[in-house]
Each structure stands twice: as structure tokens, then as C-alpha cells.
């Protein structure tokens, strides 16, 4: 049936092999760069926008009958592979921080990524009419945006304007290629340093401060804005500027810059842990009705037909039944093969699929509040460490088969999270464009289903091929060191116990912070204390918050003069340049490490430091003036 006897019939092209075909390609090609972004950047950013404006341009260019449910199920695809990557980046390389992998297993994390995957959406079907259909309170900004953008790519379409495509589509490449140039002076020609930083020492202080050289953090400032930017910049700021000077102890180490870092990295990092666990069970405590009718619906859903019409079916309950006991299957299978052990396998099996419901409704609660960008997956994964780890200790398990047990439900809960906060935004963007339900989870499985078999290669490429490898300074892992340091503190008899008191004072700082972000919140003003991102700041390395800090305020400066209910408008080429950044950077990171793989070596040309020091100071300029030049607004925006 063609387009035409398609829409007389009442019915628009949506799945079609031509969107399988490109919505897996994207799904694979979005997983393997947010590996990189989310070993670097420590967070991630959503693939949908950037998805859909590429599946609109190529259907545009290649073919004459495409429809706008056709670029919907295609970005819905590809952003599976965004948010399972996330997932994975941020628990299984702590797999081998604490020794008991040498390099990544592939099945193990192949079968993660599928059952956690999977979980995420089965979890979330139920939760569908909860959250998308029947709540007024949620605004979904990122599914809005992105059904907004599909409706002008079909309007100009229908007109024959082919203009405004072919603008997002320079906007994406010119990023693209922004990105990768950067990539390839930093990383295979030597011009740009990584990071610029400096320390000193007072006394028996340090005082340190630096910014990595990245555009892709730039574009994720960009894309996040500069409330949250601001925020990870104060959490970076209370770490790094206040709280390392304030500990002291710089007699111990004969560097500054490394003594910064260890500093941060043993003691005043568990002060964001701590702020993060108050964020996790305050999330938790925000969704408890809506989790409550979650159970509800699953039980209805159970008890009756499934709808007839299209727009409101979901995969059928009892396929929803029979995948989830193959995840559980799985999973089962899983932690005994990491564990060795009956009981602790069937405890931490229990634990996963417990935890894993609960935090598919934070998420989805979180997706609709604030985005799919912002969501505080970090958070949630401290808090199932730390619940998991508490049991396994009260149930007297220890070593490294406690290690592994706990990261391995760290594991799945991230999975579940990430995935069904994805699964809620796209399904709202469907519901603003007339998606079926049961069509775009279809697609959401196959994505999960393909990229899942991606991570372990794109982590064992880059672990082999990176300087210091996953863990070192290039691609320091943030949350997968901090959880191997969790598990550790737990379970290790040999290594070093928690610093609890820093955890404590995170503690009370995160109470603090909610109560200051209620007050605001009372106050209806425009910025907000949000805790995660906070948090976030306080445990990631400081060079990273600065270009996050940078691109929020390029975002300010564009829409500075704007009415807040046009900044998507007015910021939307810049979110697409940005993506473009960050899949360029990316991508051609990832393609430099398979370089190195096959034996091709980096030039690193044989140039005076301060010279090397000059071209990234001269380059970091160039990058801010490419985001103000390239990002702003169309004139017509």
C-alpha cells in the first residue's frame, strides 16, 4: 500500500523496513558514541532530536512518501541505544577498577544490557497511562520539543519548503565535523592539550582550578542550559575550590595537581554521595501514588482486553509476563555465574527486579519533570549500591562475590532506569504525533536488543586503546570509580572503609538544598536549586563543570533577550550544532581507538610545551566563537 491509499485509509506508513533498517544503524551508531561521552563526560544527553532531524532529512532526500510516524519510530530506536549505553557506562567498568575482570566479559555485559534493557520497558508499559496519558502535572520538555520538531519537518515537507531541512541537516554536519577536527588535533595530532588546569599551595592548603578542552562538554552545557549548568558548576566549585582547600592536608603529596585529585577523590567526592543518596530517596518519595496506580494498571491490564484502537494498545500483558520471566531467567543465571552461590543469586535477583520497578517510576516522574537530559540516573544507581550492599552485608556476605553481586544489581538498575525514562519521553512525543503505543515499545526493544550487543566491544576498544585506559585521565569514569570505591568500602577487608563523616555531611548539605529548592520553588522563580545536578558537580572531576558551565552560558547569551516561551524555538539550531558536536567528538574518538587497535599511532608532534600550551589556549577561544557563531539563531527563529 503507498502513502496515498495509506492516509485514505486512515492510516499513515510507521513501521516500515526502511525505518528498521536506518532506526538500528542509529541505534548502534548513538550507543557506541554516548560510551564515550558518558566515560568522559560522566552523563549523557538525549538522542531523540538529533535522531528525528536525521531521519527526516534522509527520508526527505531519498524517498517521496516518507511520514512523520516513520521519523518517530526511527528516533525512538535510536535513542534506546543513547539510554542503554548510559546504563552500561556507568557500572560495568567498575568491574575491572576492583580487579575482577581484566577486560570486559562480553556475554556478561551483553546480557546486562539486554535484561536490563528489557526491564525498562516492560516496567514501563504498565506505567504508560500514569504518567503520559492521565498526568496534567508533568511536561515532558524533551518529548514536546522533539513532537515539535517532527510537525515542522512534515509541514515543510507537505509545502515542498525543503529549506528548513536542509538548514538542520548543515547545522548537524557542520557540528559533526566541528567535533571531529577537534577530536584529531586533540587526540591523534597532539596540537590541543585535554585539560588546562593549575594548583598551588598555601600553607597546608591547595587551591586548584582548570577546564577540560572539550567542545562535546561545551555542547552538553549548551543542550542542559545554564540553570543546570550553573548547578553542576556550584557542585564542581563546593568540591574542588571550597571543600579541597578546607580539608587541607597538602603536606602529604609533593604535586599539587595530583594531591587535588587525591584529595577529591578519597575524601570530598562522598560529599556529593551523600547529597545524591538524599536525592535518590526524596525521588522515590515523590512518585509513591503514582507508583501506587502503576501496580493498579498492571493488575487491570491483566484482567482485561487490551484496547482496540491503536492509540491507546500496548503490548499485550501476557507477552509482557512472558518476557519479564526470561529477564528474571536470565538475570538468575547472571548472578549465579558472578557469584557462584544459590542464595546469594536468588537475594540479588530479588533485589534487581524490587529496585528496578521502583526507580521506573522515579524516572518516568523525573522525564516528565525535567527531561530526559537531566535525569538523575547517577542518583539512583548510589542509592540501589548502597540498599544492595546494606543487604548483602546484613545477610553476612562479604569479598569480592559481595563486590560483584552488588554492581551486578547496580548494573541492572541502571539499565532499567535510563531505558524506561527514554521509554516514557518517546512515548510522549508519540502521543503528540499519533504514534501507536505497541509499535514504538516494539522498536524500543529491537534498539535495546541491538545495541546491547555493542557495548562490550566499544568498551573493550576503548579501555585497550585510550591512555591510561577506562579509569585514567582521559576517560576517567566518574560514576563507575565511585561505585567500584562504594563496594569496596563495603566489602573489601583489605582496602580502606568509607569516609562515612563526608558521606554524612552530603547528607545534610542535600537536606539543605531541598529545603532552599522548595523555598524557590514557593517563590515561583525562574532558577531552581535542583539537588542532582548539585550533586553531580560535587563528584565529578572540576574540569569538567567549567565547559558544561561555558555552554550554558552561550545558551543564556542567545536567548538572553528572547521570551522563555520561545527558547526552544530560538535555541533549536544550536541543539542540533551541539549534537553534532558531541556525536563528532565522539565518533571519531571512538574510530582513533580502533586506529590504535590495528597498530596506526598518533603523531603527537614533537612541539615545546608552551607552544602546545599557547595553540590549546588560541583553540579553546575558537571553540567558544564556533558555539556563538554556529549556534545562534536563524534570523527568521
Given at each position: 500500500m503507498d502513502a496515498q491509499a495509506a492516509s485514505k485509509a486512515g492510516r499513515r506508513l510507521e513501521i516500515t523496513p526502511r525505518v528498521i533498517v536506518l532506526g538500528l544503524l542509529l541505534s548502534v551508531i548513538m550507543g557506541a558514541a554516548n560510551v564515550y561521552v558518558g566515560l568522559k563526560a560522566g552523563m549523557t544527553v538525549s538522542a531523540s532530536i538529533p535522531a528525528a532531524v536525521m531521519a527526516m532529512l534522509l527520508f526527505k532526500v531519498l524517498f517521496r512518501n516518507s511520514s512523520i510516524l516513520e521519523a518517530n519510530q526511527v528516533q525512538t530506536c535510536a535513542s534506546a541505544g543513547e539510554s542503554l549505553a548510559a546504563g552500561i557506562i556507568f557500572t560495568m567498568p567498575a568491574m575491572i577498577l576492583i580487579g575482577y575482570w581484566d577486560s570486559f566479559d562480553f556475554w556478561s555485559v551483553s546480557m546486562i544490557a539486554l535484561t536490563g534493557g528489557l526491564l525498562g520497558i516492560l516496567f514501563m508499559i504498565p506505567m504508560r497511562k500514569v504518567f503520559v496519558v492521565q498526568n496534567r502535572d508533568l511536561a515532558y520538555p524533551e518529548g514536546v520539543a522533539c513532537a515539535a520538531v517532527l510537525e515542522a519537518g512534515q509541514e515543510s515537507s507537505q509545502s515542498g519548503d525543503l529549506q528548513q531541512s536542509s538548514s538542520e541537516g548543515i547545522s548537524l554536519i557542520t557540528g559533526g565535523v566541528f567535533g571531529a577536527l577537534f577530536a584529531?588535533?586533540?587526540?591523534?595530532?597532539?596540537?590541543?592539550?585535554?585539560?588546562?588546569?593549575?594548583?598551588?599551595?598555601?600553607?597546608?592548603?591547595?587551591?586548584?582550578?582548570?577546564?577540560?578542552?572539550?567542545?562535546?562538554?561545551?555542547?552538553?552545557?549548551?543542550?542542559?542550559?545554564?540553570?543546570?549548568?550553573?548547578?553542576?558548576?556550584?557542585?564542581?566549585?563546593?568540591?574542588?575550590?571550597?571543600?579541597?582547600?578546607?580539608?587541607?592536608?597538602?603536606?602529604?603529596f609533593s604535586d599539587p595537581i595530583?594531591?587535588?585529585?587525591?584529595?577529591?577523590?578519597?575524601?570530598?567526592?562522598?560529599?556529593?554521595?551523600?547529597?545524591?543518596?538524599?536525592?535518590?530517596?526524596?525521588?522515590?518519595?515523590?512518585?509513591?501514588?503514582?507508583?501506587?496506580?502503576?501496580?493498579?494498571?498492571?493488575?487491570?491490564?491483566?484482567?482485561?482486553?487490551?484496547?482496540?484502537?491503536?492509540?491507546?494498545?500496548d503490548i499485550a500483558a501476557p507477552v509482557i509476563l512472558m518476557l519479564g520471566a526470561l529477564c528474571v531467567l536470565m538475570l538468575a543465571i547472571i548472578n549465579y555465574r558472578f557469584s557462584g552461590g544459590v542464595a546469594i543469586?536468588?537475594?540479588?535477583?530479588?533485589?534487581?527486579?524490587?529496585?528496578?520497578?521502583?526507580?521506573?517510576?522515579?524516572?518516568?516522574?523525573?522525564?516528565?519533570?525535567?527531561?530526559?537530559?537531566?535525569?538523575?540516573?547517577?542518583?539512583?544507581?548510589?542509592?540501589?549500591?548502597?540498599?544492595?550492599?546494606?543487604?548483602?552485608?546484613?545477610?553476612?556476605?562479604?569479598?569480592?562475590?559481595?563486590?560483584?553481586?552488588?554492581?551486578?544489581?547496580a548494573a541492572v538498575v541502571c539499565c532499567v532506569a535510563c531505558t524506561s525514562g527514554d521509554v516514557c519521553n518517546d512515548l510522549k512525543t508519540g502521543s503528540l504525533v499519533g504514534a501507536a503505543p505497541f509499535r514504538q515499545q516494539m522498536m524500543q526493544i529491537a534498539g535495546v536488543g541491538v545495541a546491547a550487543f555493542v557495548m562490550a566491544p566499544v568498551l573493550t576498544l576503548l579501555h585497550n586503546n585510550t591512555e591510561g585506559?577506562?579509569?585514567?585521565?582521559?576517560?576517567?569514569?566518574?560514576?563507575?570509580?565511585?561505585?567500584?570505591?562504594?563496594?569496596?568500602?563495603?566489602?573489601?577487608?583489605?582496602?580502606?572503609?568509607?569516609?562515612?563523616?563526608?558521606?554524612?555531611l552530603g547528607a545534610a548539605i542535600g537536606l539543605f538544598i531541598l529545603g532552599l529548592d522548595t523555598l524557590l520553588k514557593m517563590q515561583k522563580t525562574g532558577f531552581r536549586a535542583h539537588l542532582m545536578p548539585i550533586?553531580?558537580?560535587?563528584?565529578?572531576?572540576?574540569?569538567?563543570?567549567?565547559?558544561?558551565?561555558?555552554?550554558?552560558?552561550?545558551?543564556?547569551?542567545?536567548?538572553?533577550?528572547?521570551?522563555?516561551?520561545?527558547?526552544?524555538?530560538?535555541?533549536?539550531?544550536?541543539?542540533?550544532?551541539?549534537?553534532?558536536?558531541?556525536?563528532?567528538?565522539?565518533?571519531?574518538?571512538?574510530?582513533?581507538?580502533?586506529?590504535?587497535?590495528?597498530?596506526?599511532?598518533?603523531?603527537?608532534?614533537?612541539?615545546?610545551a608552551f607552544a602546545i600550551t599557547a595553540i590549546s589556549i588560541l583553540a579553546a577561544l575558537l571553540a567558544v566563537l564556533g558555539f556563538a557563531v554556529f549556534a545562534r539563531p536563524n534570523r527568521e527563529s
Amino acid at each position: 500500500m503507498d502513502a496515498q491509499a495509506a492516509s485514505k485509509a486512515g492510516r499513515r506508513l510507521e513501521i516500515t523496513p526502511r525505518v528498521i533498517v536506518l532506526g538500528l544503524l542509529l541505534s548502534v551508531i548513538m550507543g557506541a558514541a554516548n560510551v564515550y561521552v558518558g566515560l568522559k563526560a560522566g552523563m549523557t544527553v538525549s538522542a531523540s532530536i538529533p535522531a528525528a532531524v536525521m531521519a527526516m532529512l534522509l527520508f526527505k532526500v531519498l524517498f517521496r512518501n516518507s511520514s512523520i510516524l516513520e521519523a518517530n519510530q526511527v528516533q525512538t530506536c535510536a535513542s534506546a541505544g543513547e539510554s542503554l549505553a548510559a546504563g552500561i557506562i556507568f557500572t560495568m567498568p567498575a568491574m575491572i577498577l576492583i580487579g575482577y575482570w581484566d577486560s570486559f566479559d562480553f556475554w556478561s555485559v551483553s546480557m546486562i544490557a539486554l535484561t536490563g534493557g528489557l526491564l525498562g520497558i516492560l516496567f514501563m508499559i504498565p506505567m504508560r497511562k500514569v504518567f503520559v496519558v492521565q498526568n496534567r502535572d508533568l511536561a515532558y520538555p524533551e518529548g514536546v520539543a522533539c513532537a515539535a520538531v517532527l510537525e515542522a519537518g512534515q509541514e515543510s515537507s507537505q509545502s515542498g519548503d525543503l529549506q528548513q531541512s536542509s538548514s538542520e541537516g548543515i547545522s548537524l554536519i557542520t557540528g559533526g565535523v566541528f567535533g571531529a577536527l577537534f577530536a584529531i588535533a586533540s587526540k591523534f595530532v597532539g596540537l590541543v592539550l585535554g585539560t588546562l588546569e593549575a594548583a598551588t599551595v598555601g600553607g597546608s592548603r591547595i587551591f586548584y582550578f582548570g577546564g577540560d578542552l572539550s567542545p562535546m562538554l561545551v555542547a552538553v552545557g549548551f543542550i542542559v542550559r545554564l540553570n543546570v549548568a550553573v548547578l553542576i558548576f556550584i557542585g564542581g566549585s563546593l568540591s574542588w575550590i571550597i571543600g579541597i582547600p578546607l580539608y587541607g592536608h597538602a603536606q602529604e603529596f609533593s604535586d599539587p595537581i595530583d594531591g587535588a585529585y587525591g584529595i577529591w577523590s578519597t575524601q570530598i567526592r562522598y560529599v556529593g554521595v551523600g547529597a545524591m543518596v538524599v536525592g535518590g530517596f526524596a525521588s522515590l518519595i515523590s512518585v509513591r501514588s503514582g507508583l501506587k496506580a502503576a501496580v493498579s494498571e498492571l493488575w487491570s491490564s491483566l484482567r482485561s482486553q487490551q484496547a482496540s484502537d491503536d492509540g491507546q494498545r500496548d503490548i499485550a500483558a501476557p507477552v509482557i509476563l512472558m518476557l519479564g520471566a526470561l529477564c528474571v531467567l536470565m538475570l538468575a543465571i547472571i548472578n549465579y555465574r558472578f557469584s557462584g552461590g544459590v542464595a546469594i543469586s536468588v537475594l540479588s535477583t530479588v533485589v534487581m527486579l524490587l529496585m528496578g520497578f521502583f526507580f521506573t517510576a522515579v524516572a518516568s516522574y523525573i522525564v516528565g519533570l525535567v527531561g530526559n537530559s537531566n535525569s538523575p540516573v547517577s542518583g539512583m544507581t548510589i542509592t540501589s549500591v548502597l540498599v544492595a550492599g546494606g543487604l548483602l552485608w546484613l545477610f553476612q556476605y562479604s569479598g569480592m562475590d559481595a563486590m560483584v553481586a552488588t554492581l551486578g544489581i547496580a548494573a541492572v538498575v541502571c539499565c532499567v532506569a535510563c531505558t524506561s525514562g527514554d521509554v516514557c519521553n518517546d512515548l510522549k512525543t508519540g502521543s503528540l504525533v499519533g504514534a501507536a503505543p505497541f509499535r514504538q515499545q516494539m522498536m524500543q526493544i529491537a534498539g535495546v536488543g541491538v545495541a546491547a550487543f555493542v557495548m562490550a566491544p566499544v568498551l573493550t576498544l576503548l579501555h585497550n586503546n585510550t591512555e591510561g585506559g577506562i579509569g585514567g585521565r582521559e576517560l576517567s569514569a566518574p560514576q563507575a570509580s565511585l561505585f567500584a570505591q562504594l563496594a569496596r568500602g563495603f566489602f573489601d577487608e583489605n582496602g580502606d572503609s568509607l569516609p562515612w563523616g563526608m558521606i554524612g555531611l552530603g547528607a545534610a548539605i542535600g537536606l539543605f538544598i531541598l529545603g532552599l529548592d522548595t523555598l524557590l520553588k514557593m517563590q515561583k522563580t525562574g532558577f531552581r536549586a535542583h539537588l542532582m545536578p548539585i550533586a553531580v558537580g560535587m563528584y565529578l572531576p572540576f574540569g569538567i563543570a567549567t565547559p558544561i558551565f561555558i555552554g550554558g552560558l552561550i545558551a543564556y547569551w542567545i536567548t538572553r533577550k528572547s521570551p522563555a516561551e520561545t527558547h526552544d524555538r530560538v535555541l533549536h539550531r544550536g541543539v542540533l550544532f551541539s549534537s553534532g558536536v558531541i556525536a563528532g567528538e565522539a565518533l571519531t574518538s571512538v574510530g582513533l581507538a580502533c586506529l590504535a587497535a590495528l597498530g596506526v599511532q598518533s603523531l603527537d608532534l614533537p612541539l615545546p610545551a608552551f607552544a602546545i600550551t599557547a595553540i590549546s589556549i588560541l583553540a579553546a577561544l575558537l571553540a567558544v566563537l564556533g558555539f556563538a557563531v554556529f549556534a545562534r539563531p536563524n534570523r527568521e527563529s
